[in-house]
């Protein structure tokens, strides 16, 4: 069999099922096995796009995505996407081509060390060189990108060693069984529920992974311990939850914060430090790290307990063990009825450019039951993050760990095609969305019904917002935007601007929009005049009433 073959064959054994990417010239042999293949090749406009969407296939399934990339121009695009999936531990495995490394014409044309700019931002990047090798690289990678801490790992597969032929077998992929925290472990973090006075849960990015879900319910509705999320743990459970207290979407000084002050012992579930800090300088406070493998540490994070190993596992063995005490959780509870009073103020407000507060809210009320948010990033962020309740494992998907506008898109698109018969909806500035825009035509040409929310503040209102609390003049950040109607018509989707006028016609027109087929594309101007009073300085000041 032709190597190409065989890496495509090796692929269909690890249950691949699609491949997102930009191919080359160098990458001719092995799209001509995937066409010959069960594994749908899902063709975008840019490679990060690839990759935000190869990365979400992992994120939601817990099993590698893939993404496919030309050498030299092709690899650098995805860069971006690599980075995200390596810190956001969504395993992913990216393809690149290479120029014959046996006999070439074509001097340094296009040549970058590939596999050197990769390591840095991959758990596992090599150059296969040779056909024989093919099925055990493969099958390697696919294992470093899935085990926990998962993440990017990247293949370099040459021209010619495409093209050789290989004696060389699949191999099929097999379940790994995580490893359990040992008894003693077990016995720390029993000891360390039973012995505090106020305990909280701090449910992180890794909770969201694996379906822990389960066995937290039982937790909780044994000892009645309440819990925060941080902004990558939204929806683990419910938060409409009467347990659940808040999200962290900021570090510090939130009404989340003055509950965790309150509390003596903070149960972190499954968070690592890759992701903004949930909580700053607490230093009464006692950690207990439980996640998949041990903390790193870092002068943000240093826990004093770490009870390493499956989550599940950990919360299932002290559920049973615990005994439950006379916790103390008033104080928590009269900062969440601040919380939400706080949420609530401007909710209702009618005009546009709509109160942050407001879209929220309309958002909140119009998403239904088992929906998906795709969020990319810009300052709508904080706000949906903080103020709006997530339901269901996965329903906001959200990037805390690069962080990286243009993401929105890629992400929103995966989720529906894993996902058809969930509305999706995509909210993005108008700065993040014009960054990957060119991929409207992949939404459109998969026939996906996706709807677009374009937050327009005609700027980077997140800079702008920063800008404005450090005192400095308006510089450098505004910016004009195309016609969004015609935009969208212009890639065959639908684009509603003119007919939304107050937050009402934006209700009627997001639900329309996401019970109708197609790529719906609605413009929604917001006044983010509101982050003063609400965010940073404006949010310290309602704090110290507390
Ligand atoms: C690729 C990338 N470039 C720059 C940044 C820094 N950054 C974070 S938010 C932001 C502004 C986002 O603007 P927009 O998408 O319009 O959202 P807004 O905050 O205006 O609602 C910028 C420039 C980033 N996170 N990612
Ligand atoms: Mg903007």
Redesign the pocket.
Known sequence: MKAAELFVKSLEHCAVKHIFGVPGEENLALLEAIRKSSIEMVTTRDEQTAVFMAATVGRLTGRVGVALSTLGPGATNLVTGVAYAQLGAMPVLVITGQKPIKKSKQGKFQIVDVVRMMKPITKFSETIVSGERVPSSVYHAVRVAEQERPGAVHLEFPEDIAEEDSQAKPITWQKIRRPVPDEKGIKTFVEAVEKAKSPIILIGAGANRKLIRKQLRRFIDKTKIPFISTQMGKGVLDESDPRYIGTAALSQNDFVHKALEKADLIIMLGHDITEKPPILGAEKQKFIHINFSAAEIDNVYIPEIEVVGDISYSLWACTEKVKVQDWDFSNLYSVKAKLQENIAAKSSSPALPIKPQRFVSSLRQIMPKGSMLSLDN??YKLWVARNYPACGQNSVLLDNALATMGAGLGVGMAAKMLNPDKKVVVVA???GFLMNVADLETAVRLKLDLVVVV???????MIKWKQNEMKLADFGLSFANPDFEKLAESFGAFGHSKDIKTAEDFERRLEKSINSKGVHIIELPIDYSENEDYFGKGLAKQLKEI
């Open positions: 810009g300052m500035g108008d700065g937050i327009n503040d005609n700027g980077y209102g």
